[in-house]
């Protein structure tokens, strides 16, 4: 007997040997009564022998026909119980979704609300990283999804904007242009800076300004790997920082001061991911997700 007879072929001849009608077999099978002969006579050709005695009035299983269909029903039963398993795998999962330390927690919970009662089998961890990784560990592979700031560098990632802010000056209350409504970027080329760490690569430079340095360092006074140690520095006059508008609401401090950049183009705040490492709850974790996008917009 050939060995490679497909499931198509058995459910094929289960419909068959349960209806002995190639008319009502066909139409529950949603294809042409000659595809289903067709079919049938394949069928008969891997297994070495006649399955049914057909003429122009009757169908009937042959002997072998007979015996073999109890056998093809309890094996195609087994698969489509394996099938039904496979799905609720697919559909039950663990996701780690990692989000950046001041891109707002707030925003992670908007778009995780929910999650419970839509996707019950789904269990969404939520891990806050630092300016070590502004990938939010989705270039290492620790989470699935991530909230963050672009620019990072991450293969193959997509990305959807949750929210665009604008650039902010966060000075030392002393500062000579503390009391100002707006400052040039150009303004603040020279003066010392709290940077990210070394680690976050084209972030820090983007928060350096590197792009408008025509090749030339920063004064970078001091490295901090989150917003709290950044402002406190700050407040003890160690050096300015760039950051963005929420910071405003979520580090004020009595040390410091916010002012707004101009020149700068809005920055973003995106929900990331990578397509071909997203496990079936994962896809369905980030479909929630960007539905939350939509709702926000």
């Known amino acids: 007997m050939n060995q490679n007879i497909t499931l198509r072929l ?3 001849f289960e419909v068959l040997g349960s209806e002995l009608n190639f008319r009502r ?17 394949q069928l008969e050709q891997h297994v070495g022998d006649r399955l049914f005695v057909r003429d122009t009035h009757s169908v009937a299983l042959t002997e072998v026909g007979r015996q ?10 087994e698969v489509d119980a394996a099938l039904e398993v496979a799905a609720s795998l697919v559909n039950r999962g663990h996701v780690r979704v990692g989000y950046l330390i001041g891109t707002g927690a707030d925003l ?30 989705l270039g290492s592979g620790a989470v699935d999804i991530a909230l963050l700031r ?17 650039w902010m000056a966060c000075l030392p209350r002393a500062h ?23 680690s976050a690569g084209i972030w820090r430079d983007y928060w350096l300004a590197a792009d408008l340095r025509d090749g030339k360092p920063a004064d ?23 950051t963005v508008s929420s910071m ?31 496990s079936g709850a994962g896809r369905q974790l980030l479909e929630h997700m960007l539905m939350g996008i939509d709702r926000r917009q």
């Open 68 to 77: 073999w269909l109890p056998h093809v029903r309890a094996a195609l039963r």
């Open 220 to 242: 970078v006074a001091a490295e901090a790997a989150t917003y709290e140690s950044e402002v406190t520095l700050v407040a003890r006059g160690v050096g300015l920082s760039f």
């Open 108 to 137: 992670l919970f908007e778009l995780l609300d929910g999650v419970d009662q839509q996707l019950p089998n789904i269990t969404a961890e939520s891990v806050e990283y630092n300016f070590d990784d502004p990938t939010a560990g």
């Open 176 to 198: 000579r242009f503390a009391g100002r409504e707006s400052i040039a970027i150009e303004e603040l080329l020279d003066e010392p800076i709290v940077a990210a760490p070394e």
């Open 10 to 12: 058995l459910r094929y």
């Open 25 to 41: 077999a066909a139409e529950r099978l949603f294809i042409s009564q000659p595809a289903l002969s067709a079919a049938i006579r």
């Open 150 to 166: 672009p620019p990072v560098e991450v293969p193959d990632a997509e990305m959807a904007v949750v929210s665009e802010e604008r």
């Open 248 to 278: 405003v609401r979520l580090y004020s401090r009595p040390g410091v001061q916010f002012v707004p950049i101009t020149g700068r183009p809005v920055t973003y705040t995106a929900l990331a991911w990578r397509p071909s490492r997203l």
